[in-house]
Each structure stands twice: as structure tokens, then as C-alpha cells.
Nanobody, 125 residues
Framework: QVQLVESGGGLVQAGGSLRLSCAASGSTFSSYAMAWFRQAPGKEREFVSAINRSGVTIYYADSVKGRFTISRDNARNTVYLQMNSLKPEDTAVYHC??????????????????WGQGTQVTVSS
């Protein structure tokens, strides 16, 4: 069992930055790949970024590539999402997730067993 708690969301103007954190507890953090997904009002949840257990393999959605950076600190049991150059279309609830997918499945939502409650990110124009 893994418990995940996100933080760092908020209201920011377009072009601004936020750093999301996801703290894990209850199991060996380094055993899990970690990912961020987001869900905007009226839309399905979508993949944002993922990082494998070692931090070597990383994926981004095309919509955030070059603006967002995922990282993990296995000593602190935490995964981060640095979001720069935010756009109004980035507005969503951001969820972190933990699972054990193979690297080529890191972008697949169904591969993640544990989910946080989410943190709201609102980008004003």
C-alpha cells in the first residue's frame, strides 16, 4: 500500500510557475514508478508526465514538453512537477500516481495502482 499526498497547487497568472510535490508513505518509494495525470472540468483524465523507479526514463505529454519537468527524490519519498510558462489550458486537478509499469507503459493510466486526491491548478489569462 502506498499513500500519496499532493501539494503545491494554486492560482497563477499565465506565464507563471508552480511546483507540485507528491509525498509518498507506507511502502518503499523507490520500488514504484511515479506519474502525474490531470483532469480538467468536463474532460477525461490525461497523462502529463512519468518517471521510472531510477529516474532515468522520463516521458512528457506533447502539450507540456519543454515547460514541465518531473523529478524524484527517493531519499525524501517525493516526486515533483515543476511547471513553467503556464497556460490557461493547464488548468486542472493534478493527481500523482504510483505503480510498477514497465518503461514502455509509463504513460498508461491503468498501470498505476495508487492515486493521490489531487491538487487544483488554476491558470488565469
Amino acid at each position: 500500500q502506498v499513500q500519496l499526498v499532493e501539494s503545491g497547487g494554486g492560482l497563477v497568472q499565465a506565464g507563471g510557475s508552480l511546483r507540485l510535490s507528491c509525498a509518498a508513505s507506507g511502502s518503499t518509494f523507490s520500488s514504484y514508478a511515479m506519474a502525474w495525470f490531470r483532469q480538467a472540468p468536463g474532460k477525461e483524465r490525461e497523462f502529463v508526465s512519468a518517471i521510472n523507479r531510477s529516474g532515468v526514463t522520463i516521458y512528457y505529454a506533447d502539450s507540456v514538453k519543454g515547460r514541465f519537468t518531473i523529478s524524484r527524490d527517493n531519499a525524501r519519498n517525493t516526486v515533483y512537477l515543476q511547471m513553467n510558462s503556464l497556460k490557461p489550458e493547464d488548468t486542472a486537478v493534478y493527481h500523482c500516481a504510483a505503480g510498477t509499469p514497465r518503461n514502455f507503459l509509463l504513460r498508461t493510466e491503468s498501470q498505476y495502482n495508487y492515486w493521490g486526491q489531487g491538487t487544483q491548478v488554476t491558470v488565469s489569462s
